[in-house]
């Protein structure tokens, strides 16, 4: 909520200095995936198109590790259809897997390989519409504990387990390792009977196959993407949760060896959250939920099966908005699963908001609380660096403009067509496209549908450019008309560089002591804007700028004062400075609400001034100045703001 007093009071300026004075959000990529870990892979931005030669129906994965010397044999059955017209080969993507033989419908199959594809030479004979069946055995290696290339092993936890997104499960399953070609799956793992291996979809057997060995199926029959597939292995506590939702979901929890008391403790609100999201989604779209406490230092919502790192698995409600956004993966991203990776926003925005809204279920304060955290972090992100949700740098599709701004989005299409038309839209969305893939495109037809609205320029603005509005007034006049009502004009100006304009509506709410009022303003194409609303039966003498939180922006108050008045912000708020401590560089934000002289400068414990950052007049908006630390010691410094006679002062450590 953003509230300010107009220039028409006689009120004192005040100087607000803040460095990292709240809690922020952890960043998703703590606990999912960091965002350049993909050219481990050597793999290509991303593909193209989403067609290819053949369509896989069917998966059988069958898995022999070896822990105790980190290697494993494996067999793929893979079932599909030939869609090319005089096919003569298929190529299928695998990560330095070494291959064994091939065989195509029971025949042996010449092959060639390198560290990232096999090449299968289809008999003669093969035609459009055929269904083939091609069986290769390969070997590889299991990797040490987060080498996030294939399969992986914790000595300490004493754990197996795999991680798939977005190309890596090519690292142990040779396959079509695309998010377009879904298909059924089932999963066979031999391990000594110590082990409890948990997979997607439903628990088939587990028998026993002699020298201490028990070999473990998981069937899965829902459609399912590549990367989506898992084992994880341990010995396991299976902890149950009982069931919940529309069709009783069974619920589990797997518990690594003594953390069976803190797993229940966090996991243990996972059928409230299930309901909650069943409410707003519909029904569960699997046949289980069962979430692995894993050594990986990552969380993966695999397909009915979430991997979950350690301190998650533990840290009581801590990180309950964790546990949150992989259930609602399990619709948004499993059930319904980008097209390619340039729509992965379909999946991690859409879940972002999705865990907003159970964390601020209770009450708007903490909603909004939640969404500005959100809303900061992306910020922070985007002084560094900035691209379009939509097909993001391939860097970057697990940044913050993915999950944040992408959150964001949902949130103010919220706003602009009604919470009716969202929930019905989303849900439509859903229903269309479950089991299936989707693009932005189909989400945005989906909600155009829903509200009866064209929303091509609400999508062009927030999804497919970059960046975000920077709003200032200025010219801020109450007038009392002879009638005895009153009127309010300003003018309004976007102030954002390398963005688009944006003409989401803008609320503002005006108020006295005694009555207020809430308008919503049409904006157009232009920068500058000048904002007029009459017939008020009330004198106003403050204002919100957007009091409900709706639109993810910046706002300086310009609003113009007395030429008497010294001038200096009555806002300096570097909440992004960033890191504090810091190292090498610190990066202080201050806005400046209308032109103001003022005098940025850091000085010593001894009151000695080391750097001036920033002094002279400076134009009104959103600034950033840039502390190098090349030739300062290590130790507590203060950054110190004076204008117009005020003085306002913060701590900032540095460390080297």
Aim: negative net charge.
């Amino acid at each position: 909520m953003r509230k300010f007093i107009l220039s028409i009071l006689s009120i004192g300026l005040l100087v607000i200095l803040s460095i990292n004075a709240r809690a922020i959000m952890p960043s998703p990529e703590m606990f999912e995936l960091s965002p350049h870990g993909d050219q481990l892979l050597g793999v290509p931005e991303r593909d193209a198109d989403s067609t290819h030669s053949y369509d896989v129906l069917h998966m059988d994965i069958d898995l022999h590790p070896n822990i105790e010397d980190l290697t494993f044999t494996a067999e793929v059955t893979m079932t599909a259809v030939i869609i090319e017209e005089e096919l003569e080969s298929i190529v299928l993507d695998n990560y330095v897997l070494r291959f064994d033989s091939v065989f195509v419908d029971g025949g042996e199959a010449d092959f060639r390989s390198n560290a990232s594809s096999l090449t299968v030479t289809l008999p003669d004979g093969i035609e459009a519409g055929d269904t083939v069946e091609v069986n290769i055995a390969y070997h590889g290696n299991i990797r040490p504990n987060n080498d996030l290339a294939t399969l992986m092993y914790s000595e300490r936890r004493d754990n197996l387990y795999t991680f798939g997104q977005p190309y890596r499960t090519r690292g142990w399953v040779v396959s079509y390792d695309k998010p377009f070609d879904k298909f059924t799956s089932r999963m066979t793992v031999t391990l000594p009977s110590e082990y409890r291996v948990l997979s997607n979809g439903e628990l088939t057997s587990i028998d026993d196959v002699g020298d201490g060995m028990n070999r473990t199926i998981w069937t899965n029959d829902a459609q399912i993407s590549t990367y989506l597939l898992s084992v994880c292995a341990a010995r396991y506590t299976v902890l149950d949760l009982g069931t919940a939702g529309e069709n009783d979901t069974p619920l589990e929890m797997w518990a690594l060896p003594g953390d069976s008391a803190a797993v229940m403790e966090s996991m243990g609100g996972t059928p409230e959250m299930l309901e909650y999201f069943e409410d707003l989604f519909g029904p569960y779209p699997f046949s289980k939920y069962s979430v692995a406490e894993s050594a990986l230092n990552l969380n993966e919502e695999h397909q009915t099966c979430t991997t979950m790192q350690e301190a998650v698995s533990v840290g009581g409600d801590r990180y309950e908005w964790i546990i949150a956004h992989e259930l609602a993966h399990q619709w948004w991203g499993d059930m319904v699963t980008p097209l390619t990776f340039s729509d992965i926003w379909l999946s991690e925005g859409l879940t972002t908001y999705s865990n907003l809204m159970w964390m601020g279920r209770e009450d708007d304060e903490t909603f909004y609380a939640w969404m500005n955290q959100a809303a900061e972090q992306y910020f922070r992100e985007d002084q560094f660096v900035r691209y379009p949700v939509y097909d993001p740098p391939f860097a970057f599709i697990f940044g913050r403009a993915i999950y944040n701004k992408g959150a964001w989005i949902m949130h103010m299409l919220r706003y602009y067509i009604g919470d009716e038309a969202f929930f019905a839209g989303w849900r439509a969305y859903g229903e269309a496209y479950r089991y299936g893939n989707a693009t932005s495109d189909e989400l945005q037809a989906a909600m155009e549908e829903a509200s009866e609205m064209d929303l091509t320029d609400f999508f062009e603005q927030w999804l497919y450019r970059a960046g975000y509005p920077i709003y200032s007034i200025t010219n801020f006049v109450v007038s009392e008309s002879e009638d005895g009502t009153f009127a309010v004009e300003f003018d309004l100006e976007q102030q954002q560089d390398r963005a688009p304009i944006f003409t989401l509506p803008l609320q503002f709410k005006f108020f006295n002591g005694e009555s207020d009022t809430l308008m919503r303003f049409d904006i157009s194409e232009e920068a500058n804007q000048h904002l007029i609303v009459e017939g008020l039966d009330f004198e106003p003498t403050e204002f919100e700028f957007d009091p409900n939180n709706w639109v993810l922006s910046r706002f300086a108050d310009n609003t113009a004062v007395d030429e008497d008045t010294p001038t200096m912000p009555n806002e300096f708020s570097s909440s992004a400075v960033y890191p504090n401590p810091f190292n090498s560089t610190a990066v202080v934000e201050f806005n400046i609400p209308y032109q103001s002289e003022i005098n940025l400068a850091v000085y010593n414990q001894l009151g000695q001034m080391v750097s001036m950052l920033r002094e002279g007049v400076q134009k009104s908006g959103n600034h950033l100045a840039i502390l190098y630390s090349e030739e300062l010691p290590t130790g507590l410094y203060f950054i110190r703001l004076v204008g117009g006679g005020k003085t306002a002062m913060k701590k900032i450590v540095l460390i080297k």
